[in-house]
């Protein structure tokens, strides 16, 4: 088997892999999204060039395995995209695949995580050969612009971000979301007329936010947090609306996506209650380094 790194003409082919692979719970890899649009925007918001973020395994000329990694040296963590793999022999071309990809990734970075189907159960038995640990179950929720369906809410002041916000904004996102993988000086980073950050403000303080993106055609909700003493005041239903409303703003913007904790009752409940419903549901694992 030869191990190399995808030249630019070979991307095309390498993502037609991707595609074809995640269509299927049974191979399909969660930080990818599914279908050809949310894949390429997926590999779009990678934070190194493609061609220095895989490993493309071939024999005899053919494709027959895709490895990716993503990595953040500010939170110290490194995201696998795989293995994707198209051979009876799927495990031990995943280890080598593995071997080789850990040449990729910084000392610095001390954390792996893999993110599977629940259905992709060769993933989750290379997960467990390897050492990862299962640290989350999450459901992919997704909401069709028909289905959207009235909720009351707070009489809240729902504003944009402003720079005066952040310490409180700061704050906020690490208790509610500890290191998660954006920091809050990253998520301000990132506005544009694409991402947008809501706040919910009251006497001047910070007591909610809800973080969301506009895709070409879907929208995406990152992260959507109350401060834990103003909850189930409908300042949650507040700010999901106001963002709801922003990313259904242009028409061939149809569907709205999330990914959620699977056993998070508060969360699931305030997305059914508003149309979400369940795609499919994903487990991350993570591993540290010795
Ligand atoms: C999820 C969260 C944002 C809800 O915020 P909130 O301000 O409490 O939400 P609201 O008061 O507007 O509640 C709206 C609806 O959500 C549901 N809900 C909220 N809290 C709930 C709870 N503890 N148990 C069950 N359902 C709950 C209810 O359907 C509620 O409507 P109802 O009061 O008419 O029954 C808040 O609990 C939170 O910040 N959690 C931590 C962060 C998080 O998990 N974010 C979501 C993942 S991205």
């Known amino acids: 088997m030869n191990i190399s790194r995808p030249t630019l003409a070979q991307l095309e082919q390498m993502l037609e892999f991707i595609i074809h692979h995640n269509q299927d719970g049974e191979t399909h890899i969660g930080y990818y999204g599914k279908g050809e649009t949310e894949i390429r925007e997926t590999l779009a918001e990678f934070a190194h060039p493609l061609e220095e973020s895989f490993l493309l395994a071939w024999q005899d000329r053919e494709l027959v395995s895709v490895f990716g990694v993503d990595y953040d040296p500010e939170i110290g963590r490194a995201w696998l995209y795989g293995p994707q793999v198209a051979s009876p022999d799927w495990h031990a071309i995943a280890d080598e695949h593995y071997a080789a990809i850990q040449e990729l990734i910084p000392e610095s970075i001390h954390e792996q995580e893999l993110f599977f189907d629940f259905n992709n159960k060769r993933g989750q038995e290379f997960s467990a050969r390897h050492g990862f640990l299962v640290h989350s179950s999450d459901a ?118 999330l990914t959620v904790n699977a056993n998070n009752q508060a969360a699931l409940q305030l997305y059914q209650k508003f149309g979400f419903a369940t795609k499919h549901i994903l487990c991350g694992y993570r591993k540290r380094a010795a």
């Open 140 to 257: 992919v929720l997704f909401l069709e612009r028909d289905a959207l369906r009235p909720v009351p809410t707070a009489p809240v002041q729902v504003c944009d971000y402003n720079e005066i916000f952040f310490p409180d904004f700061e704050a906020l996102h690490q208790s509610i979301f500890p290191r998660t993988y954006y920091t809050a000086r990253q998520i301000v980073e990132k506005l544009d007329d694409k991402h947008r950050l809501l706040l919910a403000i009251e006497a001047g303080k910070v007591l909610g936010y809800h973080f969301c993106k506009r895709e070409s055609q879907s929208g995406y909700i990152d992260f959507i947090g109350t401060d834990s003493s103003v909850r189930g005041k409908g300042l949650g239903a507040a700010l999901l609306q106001a963002g709801i409303a922003w990313m259904f703003e242009p028409a061939q913007i149809r569907l709205i996506e």
